[in-house]
């Protein structure tokens, strides 16, 4: 019996077109090959690497650096590289960002959120004991605090001459050593010892497991204590590149046998016998400025170069190779979807604008942006074959086919600026320029005419496509049309104030126009007043918006997620599920009923388009009514006829979950939907043997 009513569910779902696939999934797209800035190497207790990537985030490995994925990429990523990452007991992750922008945790499932900010903008040093008790140096002050107090700092010690802590390291025995430039201040749990230096500026320090200390002063090199740090001898490295001293030390590091590595701009260096002897260690194909190394075990170490990468050794360093890691790009600003699994998106990373084209739905992206120089303001168009085309800084129009390496100028016959332009077919393209009107070509760009219009003299913003005809929107908020695919065009009567308008789409019998300002605007005609469209009486910009098979709008709240309405978008569905809280740059579908959404800080995500139409309402007999509808919390739903007493009542959101389901007994009943969202839903009755399937709006 359970199965038949399973199979009476799929059946009846089937018959209503809803589908359980809803969420958006996260694309983990590959943009590329990462080869510099990466600033540190951490390996957790379970074998995992975790690398922090300038402008990129953090990347983890979990198969001794054979391949990698991009683990998160925080707020402020983008701008700034990675000092550290480190541990607590628990593998809770501390990421220390560079320039002072200050220290994120992170728990297991990746939640992450700022714990300490310092507003001096310089580098600071964090380190946290056995105890899971957390310090912070900032100046000339050293701050303790724990998870148990929320992480809020207090103050631990304060330098007598109020000279800063150049650097702060927690040894294994869990002893505080923070270096100022005229003293070494060592804290225990049980007492405190200063004691006075004779060397300044220690960029880099370390403590092995038997005590000894090593510090990397600049200019002069390492030193080292034997003794508990109340006397220092000075070491010499021998760089068989460069004899000369004048070092600045990354990182200091010890493996599992006591060996110690300094980690300089001029390579690395290795001494077995507690630093009495010292010996070039990587000879890497790089520039050497070696910023971190980690030990794996069986022979596998890493090293990363400032200029180069990451590199990876599995004979104890005998030989190096440069280890490949996928490079993603979260900024990505807008996307395009063509034929099947194609894709074209522009990515901002470090204030210019890049271009990635995917044949494969986004698993793997090619840079094609050789040879093109953009910043943040150049604005671009991407047809349905996936050919770019771009409005450069100096006002040339450049064009990249599909997968293609080279941009070609499309020069000939264009005698204005381009503003925008707009795609009738892949061949055929209507340019709207500054105070020149419209141009035309028809062989995809290769050759211009300007198009025959009155008053030619106008700055075009957009254009929308009605049925056979397009329309042209100007500056001055006057409305040309043409019914010959742009060759010709005539003015229409238009006395609503359209100016600054980015895009514009027609939804039934309204027109959606998105403005310069990020309003949304909705009018039936181009003739009177137009409203701002609102929507869940909260947002009110928009980052995008796109029509989906002449059924539905989506739009992108500038806030964040995505939400979806029909007709005269009176009610919006929020479909935001698997997002994560993303801000929605830009949104595509392809040919296969894919939706894409490039995100600010997250990528590219995609679901399926299955969302069911409320047009598409079916009924065998309609001797069924709901009073009122739309409705607040409570309907009345009323039937011609006496209701068999098998009869069930379901609502359906639009994206096929099921929200509510009860029995029906009476042929006269009051359904309440208080616990409803304001949205559109789909009310299924089945009774003898019939389905019915109404419209229903909760205001």
Not at 496 to 507: A, E, F, G, H, Y
């Amino acid at each position: 019996m359970k199965l038949f009513y399973l199979l009476v569910i799929i059946s009846l779902l089937s018959y209503c077109e809803i589908t359980a696939e809803t969420d958006w999934k996260p694309i983990h797209s590959v943009f590329g090959v990462i080869t510099n800035r990466i600033g540190t190497i951490k390996i957790n207790r379970d074998d995992r690497i975790f690398i922090g990537v300038y402008g990129q985030g953090i990347y983890s490995s979990t198969d001794y650096g054979s391949s990698w994925l991009q683990y998160s990429y925080g707020e402020n990523a983008y701008y700034q590289s990675i000092d550290d990452i480190f541990f607590d007991s628990n593998e809770n992750m501390f990421v220390n960002w560079g320039n002072g922008m200050g220290l994120n945790y992170y728990d297991k499932k990746k939640n992450f959120r700022l714990i300490y900010r310092n507003n001096y903008f310089k580098r600071d040093y964090f380190a946290v004991n056995t105890s899971d008790e957390l310090f912070i140096s900032e100046s000339f002050n050293i701050f303790k605090t724990t998870k148990a107090k929320d992480y809020e700092p207090e103050v631990f010690f304060t330098t007598p001459d109020s000279s800063d802590v150049e650097y702060m390291l927690i040894d294994p025995n869990d002893r505080i050593f923070a270096f100022t430039k005229k003293a070494l201040y060592i804290f225990s749990k049980s007492h405190s010892d200063t004691f006075k230096l004779g060397f300044k500026q220690v960029d880099a320090a370390l403590v092995t497991k038997n005590g000894d200390v090593f510090a990397g002063v600049k200019s002069v090199g390492v030193v080292r204590s034997l003794d508990g740090c109340k006397s220092w001898d000075t070491l010499h490295l021998i760089n068989p590149r460069d004899t000369t001293e004048s070092f600045v030390f990354n990182r200091f590091v010890e493996d599992s046998l006591g060996n110690v590595y300094a980690c300089t701009t001029r390579g690395v260096y290795k001494s077995s016998d507690r630093g009495g002897k010292w010996t070039f260690f990587v000879d890497i194909p790089a520039r050497v400025n070696v910023t971190d190394m980690a030990f794996l075990g069986n022979g596998n170490i890493l090293v990363s170069e400032f200029y180069d990468g990451l590199f990876v050794s599995g004979d104890n360093g005998k030989n190096w190779e440069h280890a490949l890691i996928e490079k993603f790009v979260p900024n990505v600003v807008k996307i395009s979807a063509g034929k099947k699994g194609q894709l074209i998106t522009g990515a901002y990373e470090d204030s210019k604008l890049n271009f990635y084209a995917s044949s494969d739905s986004g698993k793997k992206f090619k840079s094609n942006s050789q040879q093109l120089r953009t910043d943040i303001s150049n604005p671009f168009f991407i047809d349905s074959s996936g050919n770019v085309y771009i409005i450069q800084s100096d006002s040339k129009l450049y064009k990249n086919n599909y997968n293609s390496d080279l941009w070609n100028p499309l020069t000939i016959g264009l005698d204005y600026d381009i503003k925008t332009l707009f795609f009738i077919s892949n061949e055929i393209i209507l340019a709207g320029t500054f105070n020149g009107g419209v141009y035309r070509s028809v062989d995809a760009g290769i050759s211009w005419s300007k198009s025959k219009m009155p008053d030619a003299f106008y700055t075009v913003n957009t254009f929308v496509k009605k049925g056979d005809s397009v329309f042209a929107l100007t500056d001055s908020s006057i409305l040309f049309s043409s019914i010959d695919n742009g060759y010709r065009w005539i003015r229409t009567a238009c006395d609503t104030n359209l100016n600054n308008i980015r895009k514009l789409v027609r939804l039934g019998e309204y027109y959606f126009a998105l403005t310069e300002n990020s309003y949304l605007l909705k009018g039936k005609y181009f003739t009177g007043l137009w409203d701002k469209v609102v929507v869940n009486l909260r947002d009110s910009l928009f980052r995008d918006i796109m029509l989906l098979n002449d059924k539905f709008l989506l739009a992108a709240p500038d806030s964040s997620g995505v939400v979806i309405t029909q007709n005269e978008a009176l009610v919006w569905s929020d479909i935001s599920n698997g997002l994560n809280d993303a801000k929605v740059n830009s949104l595509a579908s392809d040919s296969d009923g894919l939706l894409y959404a490039s995100t600010e800080n997250n990528g590219i995500f995609s679901r399926v388009a299955n969302f069911v139409s409320v047009n598409d309402e079916q009924s065998v007999t309609d001797d069924f009514f709901i009073i009122p509808n739309p409705a607040n919390d409570l309907f009345h739903l009323r039937a011609d006829k006496e209701l068999n007493i098998c009869s069930k009542l379901t609502i359906f959101n639009l994206l096929g979950e099921k929200m509510l389901e009860m029995q029906l007994f009476d042929y006269d009943s009051y359904i309440n939907i208080n616990l409803l969202s304001q949205g559109i839903y789909l009310m299924k009755i089945e009774t003898n043997n019939q389905i019915r399937i109404k419209k229903l709006i909760k205001k």
